[in-house]
């Protein structure tokens, strides 16, 4: 009988020490699946790339005052004392037309008009009679309205006379070119003798004062382009680099044609009108966000991702691959920000949300 109570008794104690055995046995696992899930990463930011590149212009170095000199009317060109190549001075006179038919018309005007204002001048006193005669009721009225009349239609014409005298006066003027500035004579397109017609041009003029480069942009480059900006200006055939500024950007221009840039140069020093140039302007100066490259996980797929490490535990972000600057790459993804930091070591048996362990 205690035999047998003695065998209960140990097959009970077995029973116990197998259950708790039994009972301690997941636990185990779990914590080993916890230690399993807390792997060793190293991260590094996300970090912030200007990208840029520099594109040339070529040009020609011209004056900001530039003119192309015509007549406003039309003669015989009787004179044009200057040069290519010659300085002249602002009201220097540069061409002169035969003002022979202008001088007259000037003159017969003025005789119309003096004629006219002698009229006047007698209508004036016989208005001031009549006006007397019939103050003391030796006139009608009908008489002092016809002698008013007939002097205010007198002092009408006058005014269309001296009119016409002043415009005969402005067109005899004419007849003379000016310079309209300081500045080179570069061509002359007509000598004395030849006809001139309105518009045609006569004399062409460039500034002493400062210069100027003209280039010709695409419509793409106009965004990155604002006036004010600083541009370096290169003279290949002379050897030597100076810097300008962005004076005018066109904003419109034909279909499929290119848009007008002007930039002003800033160091005149050895630099002269019709000097090659060439303009370096810097564009797409777009900031990208960019991350290591061993830090892309699946970047041949339809799907590129990296992982990030937010609150001690792993998070995947879906994101679009970009230009390749040397050992990083560029992104672009909504839920990635500046400064975060991606897994790019012992991320390759992640999953999203196991927590892990930074180095």
Same mark, same amino acid.
């Given at each position: 009988? /205690?035999?047998?109570?003695?065998?209960?008794?140990?097959?009970?104690?077995?029973?116990?020490?197998? =259950?708790?055995?039994?009972?301690?046995?997941?636990?185990?696992?779990?914590?080993?699946?916890?230690? !399993?899930?807390?792997?060793?990463?190293?991260?590094?930011?996300?970090?912030?790339? =200007?990208?840029?590149?520099?594109?040339?212009?070529?040009?020609?170095?011209?004056?900001?005052?530039?003119?192309?000199?015509?007549?406003?009317?039309?003669?015989?060109?009787?004179?044009?004392?200057?040069?290519?190549?010659?300085?002249?001075?602002?009201?220097?006179?540069?061409?002169?037309?035969?003002?022979?038919?202008?001088?007259?018309?000037?003159?017969?005007?003025?005789?119309?008009?003096?004629?006219?204002? $002698?009229?006047?001048?007698?209508?004036? !006193?016989?208005?001031?009679?009549?006006?007397?005669? $019939?103050?003391?009721?030796?006139?009608?009225?009908?008489?002092?309205?016809?002698?008013?009349?007939?002097?205010?239609?007198?002092?009408? $014409?006058?005014?269309?006379?001296?009119?016409?005298?002043? &415009?005969?006066?402005?067109?005899?003027?004419?007849?003379?070119?000016?310079?309209?500035?300081?500045? %080179?004579?570069?061509?002359?397109?007509?000598?004395?003798?030849?006809?001139?017609?309105?518009?045609?041009? @006569?004399?062409?003029?460039?500034?002493?004062?400062?210069?100027?480069?003209?280039?010709?942009?695409?419509?793409?480059?106009?965004?990155?382009?604002?006036?004010?900006?600083?541009?370096?200006?290169?003279?290949?055939?002379?050897?030597? %680099?100076?810097?300008?500024?962005? =004076?005018?950007?066109?904003?419109?221009?034909?279909?499929?044609?290119?848009?007008?840039?002007?930039?002003?140069?800033? &160091?005149?020093?050895? @630099?002269?009108?019709?000097?090659?140039?060439?303009? /370096?302007?810097?564009?797409?100066?777009?900031?990208?966000? %960019?991350?290591? +490259?061993?830090? @892309?996980?699946?970047?041949?797929?339809?799907?590129?991702?990296?992982?990030?490490?937010?609150?001690?535990?792993?998070?995947?972000?879906?994101?679009?691959?970009?230009? *390749?600057?040397?050992?990083?790459?560029?992104?672009?993804?909504? &839920? +990635?920000?500046?400064?975060?930091?991606?897994? *790019?070591?012992?991320?390759?048996?992640? %999953?999203?949300?196991?927590?892990?362990?930074?180095?």
């Amino acid at each position: 009988m /205690i035999k047998r109570n003695v065998s209960a008794t140990c097959v009970g104690i077995a029973i116990l020490t197998t =259950a708790v055995v039994m009972a301690a046995w997941p636990e185990r696992n779990h914590d080993d699946q916890a230690t !399993r899930r807390q792997p060793a990463v190293r991260t590094e930011a996300v970090e912030e790339h =200007a990208r840029g590149r520099s594109v040339r212009y070529s040009g020609v170095t011209q004056s900001s005052s530039r003119a192309v000199l015509s007549f406003a009317i039309s003669a015989r060109l009787e004179s044009c004392p200057a040069d290519v190549g010659e300085s002249v001075r602002k009201g220097e006179v540069i061409a002169t037309l035969d003002p022979n038919q202008y001088r007259l018309a000037l003159q017969i005007t003025q005789a119309s008009l003096a004629e006219l204002e $002698a009229r006047l001048a007698q209508a004036q !006193r016989d208005e001031e009679r009549v006006r007397r005669l $019939a103050e003391a009721r030796a006139a009608t009225d009908e008489e002092l309205e016809k002698t008013m009349a007939a002097t205010r239609a007198l002092a009408a $014409a006058q005014s269309l006379l001296t009119a016409r005298r002043d &415009d005969a006066r402005r067109v005899l003027g004419e007849t003379v070119l000016r310079a309209p500035f300081d500045g %080179t004579v570069t061509a002359v397109h007509r000598q004395p003798g030849e006809w001139a017609a309105p518009g045609v041009p @006569i004399v062409e003029l460039v500034g002493f004062d400062d210069l100027e480069l003209e280039i010709e942009v695409a419509e793409m480059i106009l965004a990155d382009l604002e006036v004010g900006q600083v541009v370096r200006v290169d003279l290949p055939l002379s050897q030597r %680099t100076t810097t300008g500024r962005i =004076a005018s950007v066109s904003g419109s221009s034909g279909p499929g044609r290119l848009f007008p840039v002007v930039i002003a140069v800033e &160091d005149k020093s050895r @630099i002269g009108a019709g000097m090659a140039a060439e303009a /370096i302007l810097h564009v797409d100066r777009e900031t990208k966000k %960019t991350v290591p +490259l061993e830090s @892309i996980l699946n970047p041949g797929s339809s799907t590129p991702m990296v992982i990030c490490v937010r609150d001690g535990r792993a998070e995947q972000v879906t994101v679009t691959l970009g230009q *390749v600057y040397g050992d990083r790459i560029a992104v672009s993804s909504p &839920d +990635l920000a500046l400064g975060d930091a991606v897994i *790019v070591a012992g991320h390759t048996s992640l %999953t999203d949300g196991d927590t892990v362990e930074v180095f």
